[in-house]
């Protein structure tokens, strides 16, 4: 049995911060009913076609869960989600501002009703203040929450590479939902879980908040490298390749002069005596650690750093990730079906011992919704009627 399994989720979803926390809580067992927008459906599913003709964002974070279509702007779609709530231990919404309300579909209205019911709001600045109702997508969120100033070169901000506000959001909503079910055996009682995209992103700029509010500057955009350590940060190797470096004190540095350069006298080298003087000096510093890498190939590099305790990581491309051996040694991947054939998922990184996560299908739009419909009791002829109407 998986840990999650008799759980009842209901999601008001789209793009990723939603999809990513539900899709959590299918991967361990839960049910999970996707709302979608008849004919359109969630709007990550038009992101790309890259996926044998889907889209990567859906297929990523929609796995195992149930896909519903619904109008909610029609009563009698309106009726089918109320239903549908009714069973359900939480409810999950990113829709804009005021929606979900307007909806009838939050925590306020719903309480009373279903008072154990779980509530998860996913909003981009939360629920008051006077950004409350402005939009928010996760590029937006980088920039106002300072992680493009941090991010990038000298003269150049840049984003993150990957959606990481989204991905913020997303998780803490799914830790927030599974403590607010934690406190349900408790009391007996639901409770609301509300999560800003701002607020997440800001709790993961904790080391540069402080060391810029405390420190007088904020650190600085080094691309690459590490704002206040060297040598951290890539170095080119002899085939063309890049093997990252990250020493930390100073006996590591002086291994690193001796086993790995070749160099033991940098270590009485003033401009090197210190992490301080070696920032100061990080372009010195990084030509000639790269002419002692010069005649080796990066699996040199590596090795001399392994044998000597010395951190690093290689510069990997996607397609080498997808082949990394350590992946591949701890059988981290796993298949699931989708529309267009078989695709590799990872499986999710927290592993509980004896649980193998469900990695269910991806499902195509609608594809359950007359199943659903008729669990709630809903005839062949209602069904075909709101078909006709738009309501599905």
Not at 38 to 65: C, I, M, Q
Request: charged share 20%.
């Amino acid at each position: 049995m998986l840990p999650l399994e008799g759980l009842n989720v209901v999601s008001l979803e789209q793009a990723v911060a939603a999809p990513l926390c539900t899709r959590h809580l299918a991967d361990h067992g839960a049910r999970v009913v996707k709302i979608e927008r008849p004919g359109s459906g969630d709007f990550a599913r038009g992101y790309d076609e890259t996926v044998r003709g889907l889209s990567s964002h859906f297929v990523w974070l929609n796995r195992g869960k149930e896909s519903v279509t619904l109008d909610l702007k029609r009563d009698e779609a309106r009726e089918a989600v109320s239903k549908l709530v009714a069973r359900a231990d939480v409810l999950v919404q990113n829709l804009a501002p005021g929606a979900a309300a307007r909806l009838g579909l939050d925590f306020a209205a719903l309480a009373p009703r279903h008072p154990r019911l779980v509530v998860a709001d996913i909003s981009g600045y939360g629920d008051s203040g006077p950004y409350r109702d402005k939009k928010a997508y996760d590029t937006l969120i980088q920039a106002e929450g300072g992680l493009m100033s941090i991010t990038g070169v000298a003269d150049a901000p840049s984003r993150c590479g990957i959606s990481v506000a989204d991905i913020a959001a997303g998780m803490y909503a799914y830790s927030g939902i599974l403590t607010a079910l934690l406190q349900r055996e408790r009391t007996g009682r639901g409770t609301r879980v509300e999560v800003s995209m701002l607020e997440a992103l800001v709790e993961w700029m904790g080391y540069p908040l402080y060391y810029g509010r405390y420190g007088g500057r904020p650190p600085g955009r080094t691309g690459a490298t590490h704002p206040s350590i060297a040598p951290y940060g890539p170095h080119r190797t002899g085939d063309g390749k890049m093997v990252v470096l990250g020493l930390q004190n100073e006996r590591e540095w002086a291994v690193f002069c001796e086993r790995v350069l070749g160099r033991p006298d940098l270590t009485s080298d003033g401009r090197f005596s210190s992490n301080s003087a070696r920032v100061a000096h990080r372009a010195d510093l990084t030509r000639i650690i790269e002419e002692a890498f010069a005649g080796l190939p990066a699996g040199e590099v590596v090795e001399r750093l392994d044998s000597a305790g010395i951190a690093s990581g290689r510069l990997n491309g996607i397609a080498e990730v997808a082949l990394h051996p350590q992946l591949a040694a701890r059988r981290r991947w796993r298949e699931v079906a989708t529309s267009a054939g078989t695709i590799a998922a990872t499986l999710p990184p927290a592993n509980l011992d004896g649980v193998e996560p469900a990695m269910g299908a991806v499902p195509s739009l609608g594809q359950h919704t007359e199943a659903v419909l008729r669990s709630l009791g809903y005839s062949s002829a209602v069904i075909a009627s709101m078909r006709a109407s738009g309501a599905i």
